[in-house]
């Protein structure tokens, strides 16, 4: 089956047909494919969107919606994230069909490489509330994995736990994020601190319930998803 963000690409999961049920938990296949079809003898072909030569230029737009251009080069700009306070913004990038992190001065900007280009997307940017690390998605064996890295390059990346999707509290000491068990999305929050969790997550809705792209509000008080109800998205605060 395909997915979109995060983790867009062709994934595929054990399946019982006997029993009409999952026996597994699902894995990437062709990552960041599309339009793809498998053939009785098990061959599968599918198509990659070539995006390597289009180009992004970076623009503030204020709430007048006027828009001025942030300098810098013009990149192909997978997922961005502004810094907390304002000067600096980080931009997963992709460049001959393989993708790093970067974070571009916006006064100045230059970009200051942060982690190096891979073949998985990188997806999901967040800041920690003092500005110090970035929270990002990429594929990690089989499975999509939160990774923390400083902002300004001087450490390697580490994994925070499995998931996507990464959101943290305005107060820096919750981490929201996506996890995908069994085909069914659920948002969990966990206690966050120094680039690691601590504690056990917990679901922030019912087991039951199919939900994805948590977002917390600037104040902390109030945390806006999207659910899948009768096949559609719905959002909810």
């Not at 460049?95 to 280009?117: H, M, Q």
């Not at 994995?145 to 450490?155: F, K, Y």
Request: proline share 8%; aromatic share 8%.
């Amino acid at each position: 089956y395909g997915r979109d963000e995060p983790n867009q690409g062709v994934w595929a999961v054990p399946f019982d047909l006997a029993n009409r049920r999952a026996t597994g938990d699902p894995f990437p296949v062709a990552p960041g494919a599309q339009r793809f079809s498998v053939s009785d003898s098990g061959l599968l072909e599918y198509g990659l969107f070539d995006v390597s030569e289009q180009q992004d230029e970076l623009v503030w737009l204020d709430s007048a919606g006027v828009a001025t251009a942030i300098p810098g080069s013009r990149v192909r700009v997978v997922a961005l994230a502004p810094a907390p306070e304002g000067s600096r913004v980080a931009m997963s990038i992709l460049e001959k069909g393989r993708f790093s992190l970067v974070v571009r001065d916006i006064g100045t900007g230059l970009d200051n490489p942060i982690v190096p280009a891979a073949e998985y997307p990188i997806t999901g940017l967040t800041w920690s509330a003092d500005g110090r690390r970035i929270l990002f998605s990429q594929i990690e064996g089989f499975q999509s994995a939160i990774r923390s890295v400083m902002a300004d390059g001087g450490a390697q990346p580490t994994t925070v736990t499995i998931g996507a999707a990464p959101a943290i509290s305005p107060d820096g000491k919750t981490l929201l994020f996506e996890n995908d068990e069994r085909g069914a999305r659920r948002i969990k929050s966990v206690a966050f601190a120094d680039g690691a969790i601590a504690g056990e997550p917990a679901l922030l809705r019912r087991p039951e319930d199919d939900v994805e792209e948590a977002i917390v509000s600037p104040d902390g008080r109030l945390v806006a998803f999207t659910m899948w109800k009768d096949d559609a998205p719905h959002v909810y605060v």
